[in-house]
């Protein structure tokens, strides 16, 4: 028994991911260290339970959150995959890509608890919407490009830059001074 919670000890503290398990009959929570650590707490200074991290979550992402679990307690749901953000130490948003099952009872009459993990995803959204406005960006210039080459009258070719801009920047106008 002390090997098998040893080699769950080193596995956990060896993953970049924290997991959870939320026992639904007993209505106990379980939240590993490392959830602590995506959020920049020490694990002794933040005890977590399912009221906390319900505020934690995002406005926009709560209903979200909220339907899955509904859905878990519905026998609705068997698993899911979704992003959506906690609130950290650092008065920043951390993306989270969270996963999770529902395990039920031996007769698969009821909801008996969900496990799961929680990855912080917040480089690789960051990183993503980088991604994003660079792409734009050459997009815009490649267009521009190609405008310039083929239009010789000033005008036209401001008001045909300002429409690039606008459509594929994004911006709802664009203004010259």
């Known amino acids: 028994m002390k090997t098998s919670e040893e080699r769950l000890r080193l596995a956990l503290d060896a993953t970049s991911e924290a997991i959870f398990d939320w026992?639904?009959?007993?209505n106990n929570y379980f939240f590993s260290s490392k959830l602590f650590l995506i959020l920049n707490?020490?694990?002794?200074?933040?005890?977590?339970n399912f009221e906390k991290f319900i505020k934690l979550i995002h406005p926009d992402d709560l209903k979200l959150v909220n339907d899955i679990i509904n859905d878990y307690?519905?026998?609705e749901r068997d698993s899911h995959e979704v992003i959506f953000r906690l609130f950290s130490?650092?008065?920043d948003w951390r993306w989270i890509l969270w996963?999770?099952?529902?395990?039920k009872?031996?007769?698969s009459s009821f909801s008996k608890r969900i496990v799961g993990t929680f990855a912080d995803f917040t480089e690789r959204i960051h990183l993503e919407e980088n991604l994003k406005k660079r792409n734009r960006a050459l997009r815009i210039i490649s267009e521009i490009n190609s405008v310039i080459i083929?239009?010789?009258n000033e005008a036209l070719l401001?008001?045909?830059?300002?429409n690039i801009i606008k459509d594929i920047g994004g911006y709802p106008f664009i203004w010259f001074g």
């Not at 026992?23 to 007993?26: G, I």
């Not at 996963?99 to 395990?103: C, M």
């Not at 401001?158 to 300002?162: G, Q, R, S, V």
Request: charged letters at 40%.
């Open 23 to 26: 026992d639904l009959e007993a």
């Open 89 to 91: 130490k650092n008065y």
């Open 99 to 103: 996963k999770g099952k529902l395990i």
């Open 158 to 162: 401001l008001n045909k830059i300002c």
């Open 73 to 75: 307690k519905k026998l």
């Open 150 to 152: 083929s239009t010789e």
């Open 105 to 107: 009872d031996k007769n």
């Open 41 to 48: 707490y020490l694990p002794e200074e933040f005890n977590l």
